[in-house]
C-alpha cells in the first residue's frame, strides 16, 4: 500500500469517527445531555403502583431528583436503589422527591419494590422515550445518569458515570450545596 492511499485511508476513518461523535449522532444514540440551567424535559410515564402515571410537573415547587439506571433486580441498581431507600429521610428533609426510571415493565418496577422495599416511585421508560430525552440512552437500556430539578423545574445538576455504592451521599452534597445558594 502507497503511502499516500494509507493517508487517505486514515482520513476517511478519522471523518467517519468524527462524524459517529458529532452532537447530532450523539443526540440520535440519546447521549446529549439537557442544557443545565434550561428547563428540564417534562416526561409522564406510568408508575410501579400501577395506578396510573407520573409526571415531572406533579413536582412542581419541590426538588426532584431523576435517576436512570439499567435493569431492575441486578446488582448495580439494586445498591443504587437501596441507598437512596436508605437516605430517604434525609431526601425528604431536603423536601426532594426521588423518582427511578428505566425500560422496566410497571410489573417488573412493583416486585422490585417489594423485595427491596423502595418507597419511591420507579417509572416505566419502556420504549426508551425519556431516556432518549435525558441523553441516557444505550440502545435498549437507560444509562446511569442522575438530573437534580429545582423547584421550579429547572435542571441544577448532572451526574454520568455513577457509583452506585456512594451516588446518594454525592446527589446529597449536591443538594446541600444548590440549596443553600437559594
Not at 417534562?42 to 435517576?67: I, K, M, R
Request: charged fraction near 20%.
Amino acid at each position: 500500500m502507497s503511502r499516500r492511499l494509507f493517508f487517505k485511508l486514515i482520513l476517511i476513518v478519522c471523518l467517519a469517527i468524527s462524524t459517529l461523535f458529532s452532537p447530532a449522532a450523539a443526540y440520535a444514540m440519546g447521549g446529549v445531555q439537557p442544557p443545565i440551567d434550561q428547563t428540564a424535559p417534562e416526561f409522564t410515564l406510568p408508575t410501579n403502583t400501577g395506578d396510573g402515571t407520573v409526571s415531572l410537573a406533579d413536582y412542581q415547587g419541590q426538588w426532584v431528583v431523576v435517576y436512570f439506571y439499567p435493569k431492575d433486580f441486578t446488582s448495580g441498581c439494586t445498591l443504587e436503589a437501596r441507598r437512596f431507600q436508605q437516605d430517604l429521610p434525609k431526601y425528604r428533609d431536603r423536601k426532594t422527591q426521588i423518582l427511578g426510571i428505566s425500560v422496566d415493565s410497571v410489573d417488573s418496577h412493583a416486585e422490585f419494590c417489594d423485595s427491596e422495599g423502595l418507597k419511591f416511585p420507579l417509572l416505566a421508560d419502556t420504549d426508551g422515550s425519556v431516556s432518549k430525552r435525558y441523553g441516557s440512552w444505550m440502545g435498549v437500556v437507560a444509562l446511569r445518569h442522575t438530573y437534580v430539578i429545582d423547584p421550579n423545574g429547572i435542571l441544577r445538576s448532572t451526574f454520568t458515570g455513577v457509583n452506585p455504592a456512594i451516588h446518594s451521599t454525592e446527589v446529597l452534597a449536591k443538594l446541600d450545596e444548590l440549596q443553600a445558594r437559594v
